[in-house]
């Protein structure tokens, strides 16, 4: 049974900087296609990121240029850089494969607010 493990959200104020990293068990995740996926009060969860096991990175409209997506496949990890944040991008944050694969994690929640 894989286990994702999100961690690394808080509180920044518009503009700033936050970087989110999830941690796999199991052997699926060097091939597989991982992502992060938000899900912000009273809407649907939505990928914003994906990566593919040899690192080619899609983002979604809404993020491209301000986020980076990497995964070290030897510590079975993804990571999320998020630059420029914006109140928008205010929600949890949640790992998983593309397509989802795995059962959810707890999530990180991440706040811009001034």
């Known amino acids: 049974q894989v286990q994702l493990v999100e961690s690394g959200g808080g509180l920044v104020q518009p503009g700033g900087s936050l970087r989110v990293s999830c941690a796999a068990s199991g052997s699926a995740f060097s091939v597989r296609t991982m992502g992060w996926y938000r899900q912000a009060p009273e809407k649907e969860r939505e990928l914003v990121a994906r990566i593919s096991p040899g690192g080619i990175t899609n983002y979604a409209d809404s993020v491209k240029g301000r986020f980076t997506i990497s995964r070290d496949n030897a510590k079975n990890t993804v990571y999320l850089q998020m630059n420029s944040l914006k109140p928008e991008d205010t929600a949890v944050y949640y790992c998983?494969?593309?397509?989802?694969?795995?059962?959810w994690g707890q999530g990180t929640q991440v706040t811009v607010s001034s």
């Open positions: 998983n494969f593309v397509p989802v694969y795995a059962g």
